[in-house]
């Protein structure tokens, strides 16, 4: 009897453990009860409404590639806010990301380059529908390619006279690149004049005391500024290639102007005739610690071209000395040189001594030292010493290397030089220029 009952005590009692547990029964309810409202709340409950920011148009370009015209945009041009509705479940933010949105553009065909507004479609996951898509449209620049090289220009957007402090002064400013490849739009490319590489120098670098080197962006120089945002600047713009901006800043000084005297007798070696220069003095512009400039020489002076009494030059500054006076208002200057005290001296240099220079070693020369070829030679110098001076005392230089050599013509040369070979007499120069002919012959 007693063994026929155990068992089922014991069954009894597994049930009793699952169904008469009030703490198991209230678990089971509870997590039975989430169930049922996650089903009813998944399948049974309202549709919600979403705005998801920022979503991107994909845009199908394939017509108007078949008329050769292609796309231009910026990034923020294609894309759009989409508002969405469905499920809670369905759109909320771990169910439904801006990634899982495609918004297509389609282009149609185009056949003349402008702004087009296309018509977006949606393209969603099932159970999500799109509401609305703002804007509605998206407005795109359709035009062929085109690339040009256009002049570059340097442009500082710094004050003028905030750049440099007191006995400085700025150059032209350089850009890196004197011209630029530019791709875009034919019909804005077509137009672009030029590229400007605008720069800035930092407040913390002013003012400048030597020459600095500005990182610049770059602009185009265009009618319609937004027109710009389609263009590429090739090649230029890159940490490999940076567009910059150089300015030059140079040291100013005012100093005295100077001319310099070439083949001068040995008297004027250490003291030079008087002369005086107008403008006395000039504003020059030069490379800070690049030279100490005392002066400025306007010009040189040959010894052959001063004669007697007053003798009058004009003179412009050559390449080295405009470069100095780049800041200047002056570029010309007239110097008197003061030959007073000086008389002249003529005399007749056909029994001078003559020396044939550059000769060609089979060669010998003979020098028509007529009245008709030389004549006489004007000799400028103190009255004391000119009375000393003889013709014979005249030594005559003529450079051949110019002459024909397969000829026994007489052939007119210009007279290298003529020296005086007067001991005593340091003072006296020969005036003017000379021809004679020369005739070349066999040895």
């Not at 019909?187 to 080197?213: C, G, H, I, R």
């Not at 005290?341 to 029994?351: F, I, N, P, V």
Request: charged share 20%; aromatic share 8%.
């Amino acid at each position: 009897m007693n063994n026929s009952t155990k068992p089922q005590e014991n069954k009894k009692t597994i049930y009793e453990r699952i169904f008469y547990n009030n703490k198991l029964i209230l678990v089971l309810s509870f997590v039975l009860a989430i169930v049922l409202w996650a089903v009813v709340k998944v399948n049974y409950s309202e549709n919600a409404t979403r705005v998801i920011t920022d979503v991107r148009v994909t845009l199908d370009a394939s017509l108007a590639a078949e008329n050769d015209f292609v796309p231009f945009y910026d990034s923020d041009m294609l894309t759009v806010d989409v508002e969405v509705s469905g499920k809670p479940f369905d759109i909320n933010n771990y169910s439904l990301s801006r990634e899982d949105i495609t918004i297509e553009a389609t282009s149609g065909y185009i056949d003349a380059a402008g702004y087009k507004a296309l018509t977006l479609t949606p393209v969603t996951e099932s159970g999500v529908n799109v509401v609305k898509i703002t804007p509605s449209t998206v407005t795109v620049y359709f035009d062929r390619m085109r690339s040009a090289q256009v002049n570059v220009e340097a442009r500082l957007t710094n004050e003028a006279d905030t750049l440099v402090g007191e006995g400085f002064s700025v150059g032209q400013f350089a850009a890196s690149e004197s011209t630029a490849t530019v791709s875009g739009p034919a019909s804005v490319v077509d137009n672009l004049s030029k590229v400007y590489f605008e720069a800035t120098v930092p407040d913390e670098q002013l003012p400048l005391s030597k020459t600095t080197e500005v990182t610049a962006r770059i602009s185009y120089a265009l009618d319609k500024e937004r027109d710009s945002r389609f263009l590429v600047c090739e090649n230029v713009g890159t940490d490999a290639n940076p567009a910059t901006v150089t300015i030059p800043v140079y040291q100013v000084s005012l100093v005295p102007t100077a001319v310099k005297f070439v083949n001068q007798p040995a008297a004027f070696d250490d003291e030079p005739p008087r002369f005086t220069i107008t403008p006395a003095q000039v504003e020059i512009s030069y490379t800070p610690g690049e030279e100490d400039y005392t002066s400025f020489t306007v010009g040189t002076i040959d010894f052959a071209k001063l004669k007697n009494g007053i003798n009058r030059f004009r003179m412009t500054a050559d390449e080295t000395g405009a470069a100095l006076l780049r800041n200047s208002a002056d570029n010309e200057f007239n110097v008197l040189v003061d030959l007073r005290g000086m008389q002249s001296k003529t005399l007749d240099a056909t029994g001078s001594k003559v020396v044939f220079l550059n000769q060609a070693g089979d060669k010998k020369y003979n020098a028509g030292l007529t009245a008709e070829d030389l004549g006489s030679v004007q000799i400028i110098g103190p009255a004391a010493s000119l009375e000393k001076l003889t013709a014979d005392q005249l030594q005559i230089e003529i450079n051949v290397s110019s002459l024909k050599t397969e000829t026994t013509v007489w052939q007119s040369v210009r007279v290298s030089n003529i020296s005086i070979r007067a001991a005593g007499v340091d003072d006296c120069w020969v005036f003017g220029s000379y021809h004679t002919r020369v005739q070349v012959l066999n040895k």
